[in-house]
């Protein structure tokens, strides 16, 4: 009975805390929970150096994680591998080997760093040759390390990517085959049920640059309440390809209704604009939240349409609002996609965000204005994070306080050109 009741015990203990106070202590929980997996690897490591088989019987250690912590054979062999990584071995004959990733095994002492960051840093440092001097390695290794304090492990693997050509520009020895010559194939297919399709023959570049386009675009959803995507593979493409092709057709460079992108209108009464309240009426769709009509009228493609207290139109279009294809060309170079920190969402998939909100006059101006994926956008809206243009000209980001409580600034390195 006393089980039953812990969790409803636990509700009424947080229900009581302010928001800042959940955000602090969630933060907390998991850096100790990050100290707790390196004393845990510390302790496994000691007993692989001491020999797995006559410690527990295990072949080796992914086996030993395996059965005692009754995880996936994946996710064993991963853990495995941190701890093989950040700690020392002893070989045959009491020779001690130094560990791969010294500089990360104390910041994830430290709580600083979890798996997911530790894995994109040790697989980029076993792909660094044996001749790179172990200065060179170390410096590298911090480089990752210091990204890894406020980065995910996409950004740390993008980072070692740069990192590699870096330290072996040559790479791999490349292969001395030549690619046939293909020429391009494209038939529009109706079938005899009247689904519609495709069949084509690519060249390698058009293949691999259209696959690249859709792959990001293809990924299976996240679970949501332990639901995992239930999409086959060809789902997830066709769902992918479907997106891709609306957004390059609503592309302003091509060619649209009387020579401009088609609009559709969104209408609000003034009172909600100004209030932050109410609903606006989505042209073609019906209602949606007055935040939502914010949200889609930071680009173009969306004209509104602002009503008086009876219902007149006060205002139909306000043509500066909208980002020129001049500035857009700007925003598109100097962000490269989404600006947000560790986001590598390309330019096609964003929208320009005006930092000072239009309704709080702010202009449409390049250093008012930041390229947002749909994600991002809606984080801005919603929360605490702050965006503004640096003396560079560049955007950056401040994290709320219980995120870093020294509100450092931070900026995307995933756009960087190299």
Not at 329 to 356: E, Q
Request: include cysteine; proline fraction near 6%; aromatic fraction near 4%.
């Amino acid at each position: 009975m006393a089980s039953e009741n812990r969790p409803q015990a636990v509700r009424s203990e947080w229900w009581r805390a302010d928001t800042a106070t959940l955000h602090a202590r969630k933060q907390e929980i998991e850096i100790l929970k990050r100290q707790l997996d390196a004393e845990q690897n510390a302790i496994l490591a000691e007993i692989n150096n001491r020999g797995v088989r006559g410690c527990s019987g295990h072949s080796t250690l992914a086996a030993l994680i395996f059965e005692d912590f009754h995880v996936t054979d994946k996710e064993a062999g991963r853990r495995a591998d941190r701890v093989l990584a950040l700690h020392p071995a002893v070989v045959v004959g009491g020779e001690v080997v130094p560990p791969l990733a010294p500089l990360t095994a104390e910041a994830a002492s430290e709580g600083a760093i979890g798996g997911g960051q530790i894995d994109a840093i040790i697989r980029t440092l076993a792909r660094i040759p044996s001749t790179v001097p172990e200065e060179d390695m170390r410096s590298g290794e911090k480089i990752l390390v210091d990204l890894a304090r406020h980065a995910g492990p996409r950004q740390i693997a993008r980072a070692g990517r740069r990192l590699l050509d870096k330290l072996d520009p040559d790479g791999k020895e490349p292969r001395n085959e030549d690619p046939k010559d293909v020429r391009p194939e494209l038939r529009f297919v109706k079938h005899r049920d009247g689904t519609l399709g495709l069949k084509a023959t690519l060249d390698l570049e058009t293949y691999a640059r259209l696959k690249s386009d859709l792959d990001p675009m293809a990924k299976p959803h996240k679970a949501i309440d332990g639901v995992r995507d239930s999409r086959t593979q060809d789902e997830r493409y066709g769902d992918a390809f479907t997106d891709y092709v609306r957004l390059k057709t609503t592309s302003r460079n091509l060619p649209g209704q009387a020579g401009e992108a088609t609009h559709i209108l969104i209408t609000m009464s003034y009172e909600d604009l100004i209030n932050d309240l109410g609903e606006a009426h989505l042209d073609l769709v019906g209602p949606i939240s007055a935040t939502d009509a914010r949200i889609l009228a930071c680009d173009a493609r969306v004209r509104p349409g602002v009503l008086g207290t009876t219902g007149e139109p006060l205002d139909i279009g306000r043509s500066k609002r909208t980002v020129s294809l001049a500035q857009k060309y700007a925003l598109t170079i100097r962000d490269g996609g989404c600006a947000f920190p560790g986001c590598d969402m390309p330019v096609p998939r964003c929208t320009a965000h005006h930092i000072v909100f239009w309704r709080h006059h702010g202009e449409t101006k390049i250093d008012n204005l930041v390229l947002l994926c749909t994600k991002h956008h809606r984080l801005i809206h919603h929360s605490e994070w702050k965006v503004a243009i640096a003396q560079d000209g560049l955007p950056e980001f401040t994290p709320p306080t219980y995120l870093d409580p020294t509100e450092t600034p931070r900026r995307n390195t995933m756009h960087l050109r190299t």
